[in-house]
């Protein structure tokens, strides 16, 4: 059962343009929601987190909005520049458990000069 | 630092041949996963430790073997490949506080003929 859904699986956009990735979760005790970001050939790296307890987190031109009653979040890149093409992948872990990560399906972004 | 090491970075093998997939890292995270990741379907946790002697089944156990006798080393073992063991293979580590990130290796990318 996937706990984590992802979308969309592929965006195309231009350069200074805003991409948006969309994520739903279904456990409700999750409380740490963090964005990975993937070059190819590398493996995933942090990019952003969230916890529940704030609606929105913003580092630089990457924010973070999250809605506990839809149980959604998001993630938009403002000013997408051709250097943010890469795989991006929501995930959502417990409060202990070994900070396990339930990882969504992952959306490979292409920004266009 | 060098973080997480995995190799080899490549390999073919042939159905029924086993191997070892290493991973180290130089962090002393006591946390430490494996991961496997196929096309449109995300990273799967193989299995997880806990600490030096600790391990534990992940979403996608089944082929694999897991020993942690050192906190540096959480080496992944393949005992019969099959075809469907055909993937990208990450590990990864963390720190025991809550909500830490996890740090990636490059990955092995591994063929079952």
């Known amino acids: 059962q996937q706990q984590v859904k992802q979308s969309p699986q592929s965006l195309i956009v231009q350069k200074g343009g805003i991409s948006i990735i969309n994520c739903a979760y279904e456990n409700t005790a999750f409380d740490y929601f963090p964005w990975y970001q993937q070059f190819p050939g590398k493996g995933p790296a942090l990019l952003i987190a969230i916890r529940p307890d704030v609606s929105e987190k913003k580092e630089g031109r990457f924010t973070i909005s999250f809605n506990k009653s839809a149980k959604q979040f998001s993630l938009h890149i403002m000013d997408s520049q051709p250097g943010d093409s890469a795989t991006y992948f929501c995930?959502?872990?417990?409060?202990?458990?070994?900070?396990?990560?339930?990882f969504g399906t992952g959306t490979q972004l292409k920004v266009e000069l | 630092n060098a973080g997480v090491t995995q190799t080899p970075k490549f390999r073919i093998l042939k159905i029924g041949q086993s191997m070892t997939l290493q991973c180290t890292q130089d962090m002393n995270h006591n946390y430490m996963y494996w991961y496997r990741q196929d096309p449109g379907m995300g990273l799967k946790l193989i299995y997880y430790s806990v600490g030096a002697g600790i391990t534990d089944k992940g979403e996608v156990p089944n082929g694999y073997n897991v020993s942690r006798s050192t906190t540096e080393d959480f080496p992944l073992r393949l005992e019969l490949a099959a075809p469907s063991q055909t993937s990208v293979y990450f590990c990864a580590s963390t720190g025991t506080g809550s909500n830490q990130p996890q740090h990636f290796g490059d990955g092995t990318r591994l063929s079952i003929l």
């Open positions: 995930a959502a872990s417990l409060q202990g458990g070994g900070n396990k990560l339930t």
